[in-house]
């Protein structure tokens, strides 16, 4: 069964940044493509970003493009989601989930889900 656990959410001030963190377990990490959704209050879970097993193929959502970077370090189990350029809007929770084989966008494609953090940007 694979376990995903993230960190480093928080509190930062608009244009600042902050690194998110999520640990995979249970699995050979390396044969899943990860993702990080976010949810804010009263909205929908929306993919923010996505990486491929190998961190050979990216996705970003639009509002987000050039201001975060998803990698992943296969060594050690763990997809990074580095925030920079942080605006209020960025404000939710953020999950990591985990799908085996193809990267993907959709949330309903994916099988693992970490419990989130919450990522809060004040103006």
């Known amino acids: 069964q694979v376990q995903l656990v993230e960190s480093g959410g928080g509190l930062a001030q608009a244009g600042g940044s902050l690194r998110v963190s999520c640990a995979f377990s249970?699995?050979?990490?390396?044969?899943?493509?990860m993702g990080w959704f976010r949810q804010a209050p009263g909205k929908e879970r929306d993919v923010v970003a996505a990486?491929?097993?190998?961190?050979?193929?990216?996705y970003y959502t639009d509002s987000v493009k050039g201001r975060f970077t998803i990698s992943r370090d296969n060594a050690k189990n763990t997809v990074y989601l580095q925030m920079n350029s942080l605006k209020p809007e960025d404000t939710a929770v953020y999950y990591c989930?985990?799908?085996?084989?193809?990267?993907?966008?959709?949330?309903?494609?994916?099988?693992?889900w970490g419990q989130g953090t919450q990522v809060t940007v004040s103006s």
């Open positions: 989930a985990a799908v085996r084989g193809a990267l993907r966008l959709l949330k309903n494609e994916y099988e693992y």
């Open positions: 249970g699995r050979t990490f390396s044969a899943y493509a």
């Open positions: 990486i491929s097993w190998n961190g050979g193929n990216t």
